[in-house]
C-alpha cells in the first residue's frame, strides 16, 4: 500500500529553521519525482519544490536560497530543509508523489504537517 | 493573484451538473502545457481528480469529467452529490514563472 507521513512541522520563530521529513512505503523515493506543496491557512495550494531523476531540483522563486530538498534513500525518506523562515512560510506542507508529464502531476499525497512562523 | 484563473465559488442542486473553469494564457494553458484536476475535502488532503486534461485515475466516479478549449480547460461534475462538496484546484506549467502553477480555488457548494 502506497503511504506518505509527513513529520517535523511545528512553530518556529522567524529566522529558525526546520526540516521536514515525508517517510515514504509502497514505492521508491529515489526512482519517483518527488515534491512539496503548501497551503497557508485559507488559502490555495502552492508548489514548493520538486526533485526529479538525477537530483534535478525546483524551488518557487520565494523559496530559492532558503530551503532545500533532498532524499534518503536508505531510509526511502523525501526531507526540505527550510532556513531563514518567514511569517509567510507558516502553510500546511504537503509531501506528494509527482508522476512525469508535460507537467507533472501529482498522484499521491500526504497528510500533511503545520509549520507556524511567529514570534 | 495565480496565473490561472478559476471562479472563487460554484453552487448546484443535488443531481445538477456543474463546471468549473481553469482560464489561463499563453505561457500555460495556450504554450501547449496540460491541465490537472484535484479535489480538497474539508481538512484532507488534495486528490488527485483528472490528469491530462481528461484522464481520470481508477477509483474517480465518472461524474468528473475534464476538457480544453484554447486557453483554458474546464472540470464538469454531473449528478451533483453532497460528498461532492469540497474546494477544486487546476494546475499546470507556466514558462514565463518558470513553475508549476495551481489556479487560485473553487469552492463548490451542495445546495
Known amino acids: 500500500e502506497v503511504q506518505l507521513v509527513e513529520s517535523g512541522g511545528g512553530l518556529v520563530q522567524p529566522g529558525g529553521s526546520l526540516r521536514l521529513s515525508c517517510a515514504v512505503s509502497?514505492?521508491?523515493?529515489?526512482?519517483?519525482?518527488m515534491g512539496w506543496v503548501r497551503q497557508a491557512p485559507g488559502k490555495g495550494l502552492e508548489c514548493v519544490s520538486l526533485?526529479?531523476?538525477?537530483?534535478?531540483?525546483y524551488y518557487t522563486d520565494s523559496v530559492k536560497g532558503r530551503f532545500t530538498i533532498s532524499r534518503d534513500s536508505y531510509q526511502n525518506t523525501l526531507y526540505l530543509h527550510m532556513s531563514s523562515l518567514r511569517v509567510e512560510d507558516t502553510a500546511v506542507y504537503y509531501c506528494?508523489?509527482?508522476?512525469?508529464?508535460?507537467?507533472?502531476?501529482?498522484?499521491?499525497w500526504g497528510q500533511g504537517t503545520l509549520v507556524t512562523v511567529s514570534s | 493573484q495565480s496565473v490561472l484563473t478559476q471562479p472563487p465559488s460554484v453552487s448546484g442542486a443535488p443531481g445538477q451538473r456543474v463546471t468549473i473553469s481553469c482560464t489561463g494564457s499563453s505561457s500555460n494553458i495556450g504554450a501547449g502545457y496540460d491541465v490537472h484536476w484535484y479535489q480538497q475535502l474539508p481538512g484532507t488532503a488534495p486528490k488527485l481528480l483528472i490528469h491530462?486534461?481528461?484522464n481520470r485515475p481508477s477509483g474517480v466516479p465518472d461524474r468528473f469529467s475534464g476538457s480544453k478549449s484554447g486557453t483554458s480547460a474546464s472540470l464538469a461534475i454531473t449528478g451533483l452529490q453532497a460528498e461532492d462538496e469540497a474546494d477544486y484546484y487546476c494546475?499546470?506549467?507556466?514558462?514565463?514563472?518558470?513553475?508549476?502553477?495551481f489556479g487560485g480555488g473553487t469552492r463548490l457548494t451542495v445546495l
Open positions: 526533485i526529479y531523476s538525477g537530483d534535478y531540483t
Open positions: 509502497g514505492f521508491t523515493v529515489r526512482t519517483n519525482y
Open positions: 506528494a508523489r509527482a508522476v512525469p508529464g508535460n507537467p507533472s502531476w501529482f498522484d499521491r
Open positions: 494546475q499546470s506549467y507556466d514558462s514565463s514563472l518558470s513553475g508549476w502553477v
Open positions: 491530462g486534461y481528461i
